[in-house]
């Protein structure tokens, strides 16, 4: 694969808790709807666990596919915390303190700074600092690579005060069209449709909700005319089928 | 990376709906926890596309690297369901319809077989099928690739039937132990404890529940001994430094 011309977005959850279950991850979910409201659709992701090779060898192939990446989780003052390090290293960087961290970090832990807090300042040399609203360690910047916090609240706050720095393409905008009748009986039919709007991305979700068993079609793309066409000849798919559309996606996240 | 001695997972998640935040990953988390307990922990964990290329490339690789692979997602009866296909091309056999699941998916279905319903009887030639008890459309097996379903109930049924067939290493246990310290307030001391437990591995995990803030320290190994000897030093560290340890996890997922 290679750059493509409209902007993409790689993200790299870095974590042994994801990857044992421990914790479930809800960073991609509020990176990928925000990227793609941004015209930066995530094209891929990845969840590694917390080790120097491994994190080096994903950050480094990544950032060749991707116009932007985005790491999340490692940049706390504990011993696991080793993805700053590993980031310095992908990039053949020093890793050294950074002294505008280091004087928000003094001035946010007043006496109860420490060694170990003193650490969240070491960074790779020519990183840009993004700032953390919530609790003073930054996260940064270093080439197209994004180094946010793991904890959700922090990253989202850190991210939506970069996310104006970004350069976005068109926003991708995206439609559903539900209605009860199982994907066995339009996959033909949306097959063809398809084939018709073919800069239209069609995706086919099943859906149970107690009784109520249905297929949720969303369309995606950056052109709204199309679009619209697209999803109206869904909604009269499912009419002629039999079937009543609705405009709602009953498995959408909020 | 090469593949260990002890067995290892890597899980690959397919699906535009994935990367585009529409639908949050339910299958890494229950996966990861299953394989977990049978002693194959995962290493690494993909989400990508529906795209064949990403596919091939993605399956090519992890099935390199780990002892085995899930996949979930792709495999129902619409245009976007790509996933066996490309597991076919990704292996280099022919994609044929399977006899058995054809017959399976004829019981089922009845009256309301079609065209697209049978498609899911297409897979690698020499695939091993993976029942589905939800809905008769297969799963399968090729190589050291496990093709699962992206219906959370449904990757669960499957993948619950096919465990057994996995040779697991010593379960992965775990153990964790809180205090409402900060991170930063134990971290020098949790590093000396982690360098003489090099085999557990110890991760650092800070909570916020309301007014209470804290950290939570899992330890994770497969010898029980070693594992109660750490978490009771971590323990006792929690208490000299004075704060009280509790034996939960208040973020662990359910």
């Not at 080790?51 to 504990?78: D, S």
């Not at 890793?95 to 832990?109: G, S, V």
Request: charged share 20%; glycine share 8%; with cysteine.
């Amino acid at each position: 694969m290679t750059k493509a011309t409209s902007p993409t977005a790689g993200v790299i959850i870095i974590g042994n808790e994801i990857l044992s279950g421990r914790t479930k991850d809800e960073n991609l979910p509020y990176l990928a709807k925000a990227l793609c409201e941004h015209g930066i659709p995530v094209r891929e992701a990845h969840i590694i666990p917390d080790l120097e090779e491994v994190i080096v060898a994903t950050v480094n192939a990544v950032r060749e596919r991707c116009t932007y990446v985005f790491t999340t989780g490692g940049i706390g003052p504990t011993h696991d915390d080793i993805t700053a390090a590993s980031i310095a290293k992908a990039f053949g960087v020093p890793f050294i303190r950074h002294p505008e961290a280091a004087a928000t970090l003094e001035a946010y832990y007043g006496d109860d700074i420490n060694t170990a807090r003193m650490r969240m300042a070491d960074l790779p040399q020519d990183a840009t600092l993004i700032p953390n609203p919530v609790s003073a360690a930054p996260g940064f910047r270093i080439g197209n690579v994004h180094v946010l916090a793991g904890v959700p609240r922090i990253m989202q706050a850190m991210f939506d005060g970069i996310v104006h720095t970004l350069t976005g393409g068109p926003p991708v905008l995206s439609r559903a069209v539900s209605a009860t009748a199982r994907e066995g009986d339009i996959a033909e039919t949306l097959r063809t449709i398809q084939a018709s709007y073919p800069s239209v991305d069609l995706g086919s979700y099943p859906f149970g909700l107690g009784n109520r068993i249905g297929t949720c079609i969303v369309g995606r793309t950056t052109d709204p005319t199309l679009l619209d066409d697209a999803m109206n000849t869904i909604a009269e798919m499912f009419q002629e089928l039999g079937f009543t559309p609705s405009d709602t996606d009953p498995m959408a996240t909020r």
